[in-house]
Structure formats: C-alpha cells, structure tokens
C-alpha cells in the first residue's frame, strides 16, 4: 500500500512526549536466505500491522528500536540530529537479538524521507521536535526458541514535546533502587525492547509514590551508579568533574550521552570522566546532577533518595549551558563542529 494519511495536526502549544499518528511511515522486509537481505522498503500511511501471533517478536521479544528527533529551524530548514550515530546503534542491537544489520544509508534515507513525507507535523522552533522511532523485529511464526529468517523494519514518527511536561521545572525526584535494570553481560547495552518492558513495573512503583523515575545501579555491586529507564546519569563533583558511567554491558551507549561528552570535553575543556560512580560519591561529592537521553534532553536531578537518605542537588547552571550548546547545533543556532546535523 502506498500514500500517506491526512491525519489533523495537534496543538502545538500543549505538545507531550505521546503519540500523534502522522501522515507516512516506512517499511522494509528483510529475509536473510536472500541477497540483498533488506527489500528497498516502501512508504505507507501510518496504520496498524498484520503480525502473526506465533512471531518470535510476539512471545521472545525479538526486536529492537531507537530514537532520533527533526527539528524545525527559525529560516525554515529542516534538521536531522546524527542519524548515522542510530543507525550504528541498531545495527549493533540488531546483531545482539541475531537480526541481519539494517544498512546504514538505507536507514538514514528513509528517515530523511520519513521527515519529509510528514513534514507538516514538525512542531514551529521552540514548540517540539519530530521524534522518528525505527524498529527492527522477527515476524515469522516459530514455536520454538531460536534464530529467525524474516524480519520488518520500520520507521514512524510524531511531533513531540517535552518528557516530563508539567513536572517541576526544579528537576526530577530519583529513587536509587538497590538493583540492576538488566543482568551484566546481558542486552543491555543494545536498545532492545524487553529491557524497557521490564521497567515500567519497576519505576511505577516509585511514580506513584511521588518520583519521576528510578535510577539503578550496578547489578554486581549494588554500588555503582548504570541508568535511569531510559536515560544516562551525569554528576558534576564538587572537584569540578565531570563523571558518567563507562559504557559496558549494562549501559546503553545512549546518542545525547555521547554528544554532550563531547560537547564538554572539545568546546568547554571540562575534566571529563568516564568512570565507575558510587551512590555514596555521589551522595558526600555531588554537586548538580542531570540525565541525558533522546526523548529526556538533558534534564536536571534535583532530589535523589537513596535508602533513607536525600540529596537535593539544587545547582543546574552546567547543565543549562550544555543543553543551551546541543540545541544551538541541532536548531541549527550555532556551527556544528562536529558533523552531526544532517539537513533533510
Ligand atoms: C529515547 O530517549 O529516545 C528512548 O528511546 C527512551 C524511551 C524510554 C523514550
């Protein structure tokens, strides 16, 4: 099927991190007896899909996505955060659930093509961005528990504003649990989906008591600090460090992570380190704390609570000048140093 929707445009002014069914979306089937795996894919009105109830995706969870935003810029182009840094990334999670590599340049031309077939749901500058999210998933029927042949990849989008719309604009409240998000030497260094699945209950506990999510640690140690559900910690140290996790198997190598290492390192010559962090360090040497991530930004920690102990962590200026350079490059404010904009 080809064409697109005509789907009613939402309100810019009151733009959530929820779904607006758009106009196009992409999809290409893959069958690794066959060369190219990958057919060229076709664009379709966004819609529901026909997957059959026996597809390992159904009952193993066979299937992985990512998160990259369009903005809107204020002379009217139109730009494209490191698509190629995504398309990386699900190549490498894709391998992890043994899925054949979706190609890069057909990834980033199809979400350029994405942007541009709903280019009328890109939020004005400062009202949102236009969140695409790719996923790769098995679709054939099998019972039993192994490798697959067929696979899907697709790609949607919607405008979308602010995370946590409406949460205290002093920060969020963390509840540091005594326990991993996912095992070590597991998947959770590739963006698959069983890993978010199994959060939800996790920090809806804590929601409900007041929290804006849970911040984990270490599944070995029960010390060191990993993610939040969907985003990478920064402490800044009284020392005037800069500190985030290292990447290993628990960490997801997350795309805002990298962009604001680099931002601190190459354009403010912070002391960067990636290196194992403490609860406790961050408890008795914490001085601001924020979390960065595709659909959180870099958002600012202004409470953590860990056991029976509170930390208000009440200094935010790093963090604003950080986010204050990330979106100058992907508003297409300020030269880009670093390649990363691509203007669809
Ligand atoms: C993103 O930040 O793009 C993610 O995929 C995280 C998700 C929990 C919204």
């Known amino acids: 099927m080809t064409g697109q929707n005509n789907n009613p445009l939402p309100d810019w002014d009151t733009l959530t991190f929820s779904l607006t069914e758009t106009d196009c979306m992409y999809r290409s089937l893959g069958d690794t007896e066959r060369e190219p795996v990958w057919d060229e894919g076709e664009f379709m009105p966004f819609q529901g899909i026909t997957i059959s109830p026996a597809a390992a995706l159904m009952s193993y969870g066979v299937g992985v996505f990512e998160g990259l935003k369009a903005q809107r810029t204020t002379d009217g182009r139109i730009l494209l955060f490191r698509p190629d840094a995504n398309a990386v990334r699900m190549r490498n999670s894709a391998e992890r659930l043994m899925m054949p590599p979706f190609p890069i340049e057909q990834f980033i031309d199809s979400c350029v093509a994405v942007v541009r077939r709903n280019e009328r749901f890109i939020p004005p500058p400062e009202y949102g961005s236009l969140y695409l999210r790719p996923m790769q998933h098995a679709v054939e ?89 969907g985003s990478n910690p920064f402490v800044l140290l009284k020392s005037g460090a800069l500190v985030t996790p290292p990447l290993d198997s628990q960490i997801l190598p997350g795309v805002t992570r990298d962009s604001t290492l680099r931002i601190a390192r190459d354009l403010l010559s912070l002391d960067v380190q990636e290196r194992e962090l403490s609860i406790q360090e961050v408890l008795e040497e914490g001085e601001e704390m924020f979390c960065t991530g595709t659909a959180w930004t870099l958002l600012n920690v202004r409470e953590v609570v860990h056991k029976d102990e509170v930390k208000l962590l009440e200094k935010d200026d790093l963090r604003m000048e950080l986010l204050e350079i990330l979106r100058g490059i992907q508003t297409g404010e300020r030269e880009d140093p670093f390649d990363w904009i691509r203007e669809v």
């Open 141 to 229: 029927p099998q019972l039993g528990l192994g490798p697959c042949r067929h696979f899907a990849t697709h790609i949607f989008c919607s405008p979308v504003g602010s995370y946590f719309r409406g949460g205290s604009p002093q920060g969020v409240r963390l509840k540091v649990l005594e326990q991993g998000r996912v095992a070590p030497g597991g998947t959770g260094w590739a963006k698959a989906m069983g890993n978010y699945a199994g959060a939800i209950w996790v920090a809806q506990q804590w929601k409900d008591q007041g929290f804006d999510d849970v911040l984990y640690l270490d599944a070995h140690h029960l010390q060191y600090l990993t993610e939040t559900s």
